[in-house]
């Protein structure tokens, strides 16, 4: 085929499959593959922005290659890259694809979009650009634990402030998880709105969500006293008896913490047992902390 013929292939199957969605046409203008591919992801892309459209800037064809700038709108109405439908619009956002063609037929095609500016249009918060190749994993781990540790110490403290001569199980239970909701809502919408100052952007619903994914292991780190409050509940035992065992699990998990810490820090003897004991501290004073309030 000649460029201009190549070109026109080129132009069809941008206007025929990708902006009017017709999954019929792909087999007359695709092959292989890539024809397999774009019959994939036609109908959910629709979906997703039934109104797309995708102007043809310039074809330069050349040796069965064709090379396409586009610029390309649409109105967000259903879900994306997991992301639900948000009402919004981008418009004239870059795309530059490079298609083979074979046979009359395009059988791979290639591309870069700029979907930095596509998100920001469409109000999506864009997830910050990763640490240092060998930081991530450490980093995350280190976060995560440090938000389970918050999550351990809060529900101890709250669990140190119930009363057993004045509160039943069923309240004692239902008034520590709901303060740990709320102060996990609280921790996460007040990371949300630090990172929000350090890189202005707008509050999104996307964005909360992902505050509160990040927080959640402050949830998980609550769960050991709240277990063993339930099993003592489970068992018999008395609500006081219930909170002492309760507060004791979270000293022992506030030990066991600082000691895995001090593992992992390649601590031994004398400084493994020090680290160690700075969270037996602590799990002492959360002991006090019930004896001074009751």
């Not at 890189?199 to 619903?205: A, D």
């Amino acid at each position: 085929m000649s460029a201009d013929a190549d070109k026109q292939l080129v132009r069809r199957f941008v206007q025929e499959v990708v902006v009017a969605r017709n999954a019929a046409m792909v087999d007359q203008l695709a092959a292989g593959e890539f024809a397999h591919a774009a019959k994939r992801w036609v109908s959910p892309f629709q979906s997703a922005f039934p109104d797309f459209q995708m102007e043809v800037v310039d074809l330069i064809a050349e040796g069965g290659a064709v090379v396409g700038h586009f610029k390309c709108s649409g109105t967000h109405r259903g879900e994306w890259l997991g992301v639900p439908a948000t009402g919004r619009r981008f418009e004239d956002v870059d795309e530059v694809y490079i298609f083979r063609v074979r046979d009359g037929r395009v059988v791979s095609a290639l591309g870069v979009e700029d979907n930095l500016a596509r998100l920001r249009q469409l109000g999506i918060d864009v997830a910050p650009a990763p640490a240092a190749p060998d930081e991530p994993a450490a980093e995350r781990h280190r976060y995560n634990l440090g938000s389970g540790t918050y999550g351990l110490i809060t529900v101890s403290a709250l669990i140190a402030a119930e009363s057993a001569t004045r509160e039943t199980y069923a309240e004692t239970v239902v008034g520590v998880v709901l303060a740990l909701i709320l102060f996990w809502l609280a921790h996460a919408y007040s990371e949300l709105v630090g990172w929000r100052l350090r890189r202005p952007e707008r509050l999104t619903w996307v964005g909360l969500g992902r505050a509160l994914r990040q927080e959640l292991p402050i949830l998980v780190g609550a769960t050991p006293p709240l277990l063993a409050l339930l099993i003592a509940w489970v068992a018999g035992a008395k609500l006081g008896t219930a909170i002492t065992i309760a507060l004791w699990t979270a000293a022992a998990a506030l030990f066991a913490t600082e000691f895995a810490a001090g593992i992992q820090a390649d601590l031994c003897g004398r400084d493994l047992a020090i680290q160690a004991l700075v969270g037996a501290a602590l799990g002492v004073l959360i002991l006090a902390l019930k004896l001074a309030l009751h």
